[in-house]
């Protein structure tokens, strides 16, 4: 059984950063690409980031290019998100997921195992 825990969420006011992370267990974490969406209230799961399985190859939303980093550590089954240069805008829940495949996606529909979810609040 697949099951991925994310960590790191809390409150920060606009321009700070936090870093999530997320760590997944039950199968070889290795072999799967890994994807961060988020969900604020009253609107729908909107993808985030990716990565593939080997950490050559990520995706970014247009929304957090150049503010937020994907990374993993297939060592230790870990993949975080890092993320600078917050706004009130990237409030919302931020949720961790596995593919069964190896690249990169960016539909919820192609992730197959979810965490439970980690607050992020941008407030002043």
């Known amino acids: 059984q697949v099951q991925v825990v994310e960590s790191g969420g809390g409150w920060v006011q606009p321009g700070g950063s936090l870093r999530l992370s997320c760590a997944a267990s039950?199968?070889?974490?290795?072999?799967?690409?890994m994807g961060w969406f988020r969900q604020a209230p009253g609107k729908e799961r909107e993808f985030v980031a990716a990565?593939?399985?080997?950490?050559?190859?990520?995706y970014y939303a247009d929304s957090v290019k150049g503010r937020f980093t994907i990374s993993r550590d297939n060592a230790k089954n870990t993949v975080a998100l890092q993320m600078n240069s917050l706004k009130f805008e990237d409030t919302a829940v931020y949720y961790c997921?596995?593919?069964?495949?190896?690249?990169?996606?960016?539909?919820?529909?192609?992730?197959?195992?979810w965490g439970q979810g980690t607050q992020v609040t941008v407030s002043s």
């Open positions: 997921a596995s593919r069964d495949r190896m690249l990169v996606a960016a539909r919820p529909s192609e992730y197959a195992h």
């Open positions: 039950g199968r070889t974490f290795g072999n799967y690409a």
């Open positions: 990565i593939s399985w080997s950490g050559d190859s990520t």
